[in-house]
């Protein structure tokens, strides 16, 4: 874990200082994520990335505080991701990836990264950047780790093999931005739809269910 942020701090040194891009595109790393720092972040945000490799259960409740704020969903069918999909619709979330029960037979076939890394020239190129120090001038075994974790060590969350459609689902989302009215249409449908998990409901839901408490009226 510890690899993968300064990896993404590395990358953001290389892009954030670009001649080219530099001025119009930031990469950046937020140390300490926490509830102050979320208030200004979930409002700020456009697209909520919720790419835990389904059946894992990695996306929580972060995903619909991004949703109730406005930012659209792009992420696998795990963990809140399929119950903000059935409430905001197909059309209004960007899903991709294996399913669950395409994860466990993947899995029981024999997964081999090596496929997805030799079959993707542009996956392989990535891979390649990272393992021959691209982004780490002065150490270039620094991100071997990383490397070995995708293709020697089995890939464990078969991230290779959700790259391809998690790129076309993020074609898809470029598509979407560009028009300016489609997306605040989205992303107002998102607000609106998306009642079920305020905590209004929560809370009330609990004081009747569980707490077994009634309304204060004044």
Do not use: C
Request: charged share 20%; aromatic share 10%.
């Amino acid at each position: 874990a510890k690899q993968i942020i300064r990896l993404i701090n590395d990358v953001a040194t290389l892009i954030n200082n670009d001649p080219v891009v530099g001025d119009q595109l930031k990469v950046v790393f937020y140390p300490n994520y926490e509830v102050s720092a979320a208030e200004i972040l979930f409002p700020g945000a456009d697209l909520s990335e919720q790419i835990s490799t389904a059946g894992t259960e990695a996306s929580g409740t972060g995903n619909m505080k991004m949703a109730l704020n406005g930012a659209l969903t792009i992420g696998t069918l795990d963990g809140a991701n399929v119950e903000i999909k059935e409430e905001v619709g197909d059309e209004n979330i960007f899903i991709f990836g294996l399913t669950t029960p395409e994860v466990a037979q993947i899995k029981a076939s024999g997964y081999n990264p090596w496929d997805y890394y030799n079959g993707n020239p542009e996956l392989k190129q990535v891979i390649d950047m990272i393992g021959n120090g691209y982004f780490s001038v002065g150490e270039l075994n620094r991100y071997q780790a990383i490397v070995d974790t995708l293709l020697h060590k089995g890939d464990h969350y078969l991230l290779l093999a959700d790259y391809a459609a998690y790129v076309e689902a993020q074609e898809k989302v470029a598509a979407l931005y560009q028009d300016e009215e489609a997306w605040s249409r989205v992303a107002i449908l998102n607000v609106a739809r998306m009642a079920k998990f305020s905590s209004d409901r929560t809370i009330g839901e609990y004081a009747n269910r569980i707490w077994k408490v009634e309304q204060f009226k004044t």
